[in-house]
């Protein structure tokens, strides 16, 4: 049976390369998911299935019951360690195809940077979109950010959860919720913080306190 995205929505995106092994991105993790993150996105494409495989289900003992796992792009792997769903990026499979290969097991998340993209992907029929880049970040250094503005446009053309990514921190976040997201993505936030479960409690306050003030469901102060 699939799960339901959460609202609000603090995603962890993980990154071998700030963490530097594998033991450090399943302690950091852990650590995050005790401070408020509820979704883990594990992204590591350059590891092998194998090695993939290995990692997600470490992961998945680190969020079971506390955290939804997200695989990118692998939908055997994502099947494979019981994963909640898997990440799709605007060239990957077409969600038919990775729901059809998950037999409707999996929730399916789809990467977009537009609203034209966010309207392709709600009618393919994804569960939630992810949607950058929001604000400058070093990971893409030669990516135009679009601001709350792409947010904005997005939440007002498409019926989806919306987690924002690109450049968020705790000083950020609540200009991402308001503007009508359902949560947020980071990755450096997070895990290359000194304290990666103070990291994530104080994001998620900023997303708790923002969210009764999301566009169209209150007024902004």
Sequence with gaps: MKGRIPAPCLCLVTSLSVCGDAATLVERTGAAVRGGVNMVQLREKELSGGDLLELAL??????????LLFVNERVDVAMACGADGVQLGERALPVEAARRLSSGKLLIGRSVHSAEGALEAEEAGSDVLTVGTVFATASHPGIRPGGVALIEEVASRVGLPLLGIGG??????AQVIRAGASGV????AVLAA???EEAARALWQAISLSWPCRSGQGETP
């Design 185 to 188: 993505a980071v990755i450096r």
């Design 168 to 173: 968020i921190e705790a000083g950020n976040a």
């Design 58 to 67: 470490r992961l998945r003992e680190a969020t079971q019951g506390q955290a």
């Design 194 to 196: 000194p304290d990666p």
